[in-house]
């Protein structure tokens, strides 16, 4: 268990509003992540951060933005939903183990956009 | 271009046969390569890895992988498949010092009493 928490688990959300998900962590990981589950492609890389403050895009990072103003906390934001950003939301950690750096995940947050 | 595919969208075994999932990737570095299993509804829970020395790596449930450099590929086996391994398992590579992942589509299993 790396200690991550995600947050809300699920959401129903109207087109054009503004989301907010929370992703914490308990054990002081530098690298934080956020992507995003869609049938048939997988898991893709929204954001990620490398500290307080650093953040950068992944492959699909368009109509998303991020902050991370504490070690424990990397937030993910939807400016204006729209339906195409209906999705299953992981964060996930990065720690080194066994010789190398291993990606740990959060339980995920379903989003539903109407 | 980075990718990692996975050619198997939906295997069936039957329990207590051998399975092999495969995995190609391209990356243009020394790769890291990954497999996560997820279990319906459930987050990304990580199998094995393999980031140098012995190709042949071990896991946990019993899992084991064999990266082949020369064929760019990194399959996932078991010898004796239980019902519990049903789920849908992802392949993914990293190399760069941000360890960003690229997955696979995913392979879903199922498992036939």
């Known amino acids: 268990d790396a200690g991550i928490t995600q947050s809300p688990r699920h959401k129903v959300t109207e087109t054009g509003t503004p989301v907010t998900l929370r992703c914490h962590q308990t054990?002081?990981?530098?690298?934080m992540y956020w992507y995003r589950q869609d049938p048939g492609h997988g898991l893709r890389l929204i954001h990620y951060?490398?500290?307080?403050?650093?953040?950068d895009k992944g492959e699909v990072s368009d109509g998303y933005s991020v902050s991370r103003s504490k070690t424990e906390d990397f937030l993910l934001t939807l400016e204006s939903a729209t339906s195409s950003q209906t999705s299953v939301y992981f964060c996930?950690?990065?720690?080194?183990?066994?010789?190398?750096?291993?990606?740990?995940f959060g339980p995920g947050t379903r989003l539903t956009v109407t | 271009a980075q990718s990692v595919t996975q050619p198997d969208i939906h295997i069936t075994v039957s329990e207590g046969a051998s399975l092999e999932l495969r995995c190609n990737y391209s990356?243009?570095?020394?790769?890291?390569l990954f497999w996560y299993v997820q279990s319906p509804g459930q987050g990304l829970q990580l199998l094995l890895k393999?980031?140098?020395?012995?190709?042949l790596v071990q896991g946990i449930k019993g899992f084991e992988a064999e990266f082949k450099r020369s064929q760019s590929s990194f399959n996932l086996r078991k010898p004796s498949v239980h019902w519990s391994d049903a789920a849908e398992y992802f392949c993914?590579?990293?190399?760069?010092?941000?360890?960003?992942?690229?997955f696979g589509t995913g392979t879903l299993l199922a498992v036939q009493p």
């Open positions: 996930a950690i990065s720690e080194y183990a066994g010789g190398s750096y291993e990606q740990y």
């Open positions: 054990e002081n990981h530098r690298y």
């Open positions: 951060s490398y500290g307080v403050k650093d953040t």
């Open positions: 990356y243009g570095a020394t790769p890291y």
């Open positions: 393999y980031f140098s020395g012995d190709t």
């Open positions: 993914a590579v990293t190399g760069g010092a941000t360890n960003k992942l690229i």
